[in-house]
């Protein structure tokens, strides 16, 4: 038996898209004037990486302040309760079929591995990107206010550190968002807002209009 429940609100859903949107348009930019591919010249791809970036970062502030106005950022806080169920379902109950160990609820939108992931992202990969970009960006400003060791080779490195992990962990999500109880289920429910749920018992709060 299911139910459909409410799950993303409309800035939810606007923000994921357009972050994800950005990122990958920082990606292909940032690896072009890294010089991994030449499918855009070098100045533009400077230009779009300097833009998508000035973009990302107002959304990224403006997320900031709706997360905390909101509440939302409850849904971030780290649980160790069912990890390892977690652990067990993703490294090979997923490819054998078992039922998903983990229900979600209006209160509960993440499940733990997710919390540690999106947690993880907020608080180490976006705010190295952020500071490194930034830094170097604004090189010529900043340097003599900066730490001896750390030179603009170092700060560039960073940042593509940043990258990787960024890419490491797109790529990991869009694989995990097809682990629903179809594959285009997640995905639809960061489309639509709402989310099929198998057991009702677990639905706390009643399904609401979009």
Sequence with gaps: MSQRIYLFTRFERFWHWSQAMLVIVLLFSGFAIRGVHSLIPFGPAVRLHETAAWLLIGLWVFAIFWHFTTGQ???YIPTLTKIDAMVRYYAYGI???AP???KVTVERKHNPLQRLAYLGVKLVINPLI???????LFWGSVR?????FLGLEQVAGL???GAFL???FLIIHVYLATAGHTPMAHIKAMVTGWEEVNDVGQVKHPPRAP
């Design 159 to 161: 940042h593509v550190l």
């Design 95 to 97: 490819f054998t079929g």
């Design 144 to 148: 003599d206010s900066v730490p001896a």
């Design 73 to 75: 950022w409850k849904h």
């Design 166 to 168: 960024m890419l490491a």
């Design 100 to 102: 998903h160990p983990y």
């Design 130 to 136: 952020w500071v490194s970009g930034l830094l170097y």
